[in-house]
């Protein structure tokens, strides 16, 4: 899919919100469910 350049400014400012809102106080949810132990490793995979 192809997004103009207007779209792709738009979609980052999004992901950087969504990123940023978690910073500093971390997150509630994921504090209560997740042990502050575990380290894992992700793959993003994308097609259009």
């Known amino acids: 899919m192809d997004f103009s350049i207007k779209e792709n400014i738009l979609i980052d400012k999004i992901i950087e919100q969504a990123l940023l809102e978690d910073i500093g106080t971390k997150d509630i949810t994921t ?3 997740i042990p ?6 992700g793959i ?4 259009e």
């Open 36 to 41: 502050s132990n575990l380290k894992a490793k």
């Open 44 to 47: 993003i995979k994308t097609s």
């Open 31 to 33: 504090e209560s469910i």
